[in-house]
């Protein structure tokens, strides 16, 4: 059953990656597990962030949230069985929010402005890596 996750996963997201083949998917279950953790997180970040400034981008980033949690537990059991600590995939969500939360930081309260353009900068990559590989 957990390998049809597996399998389930990723057709999902070699479909939605058709407009991006250039994007390479892990295909190990660690490292999907990984990726679609850290993404989950970073998104859950931004969109905290969009909530509490009543954007209406929030409910897209929730959605992107919401499908890479989903993509996380179908691929969880096999990266378990391969090895992976069951507590790995909330380290790396944490690590994801840590990551979106610190650049968010810099780029609303650092004094030093080439610092709150590169966190801008690396925000907006981290956001669109995670989304080219859901569109």
Known sequence: ???LGASFA???????QAAHPALALPNQPKEMVEIFAICS?????MATRERAHARPEAAEI?????TFETLLEATL???IADG???????LWRNGGWRE??????DVDYSLDQRRADMAQNMLRRH???????LL
Do not use: H, K, Y
């Not at 979106?100 to 930081?105: E, Q, R, V």
């Open 10 to 16: 990723i057709a999902l997201i070699t479909a939605l």
């Open 84 to 90: 992976v600590g069951a507590g790995q995939a909330a």
């Open 62 to 66: 929730e959605r992107l949230r919401s």
């Open 41 to 45: 997180g970073r998104m859950e970040a």
């Open 1 to 3: 059953m957990t390998r």
């Open 100 to 105: 979106i939360a610190g650049l968010l930081a």
């Open 127 to 133: 956001i669109a890596n995670c989304r080219a590989l």
């Open 77 to 79: 059991p096999d990266a």
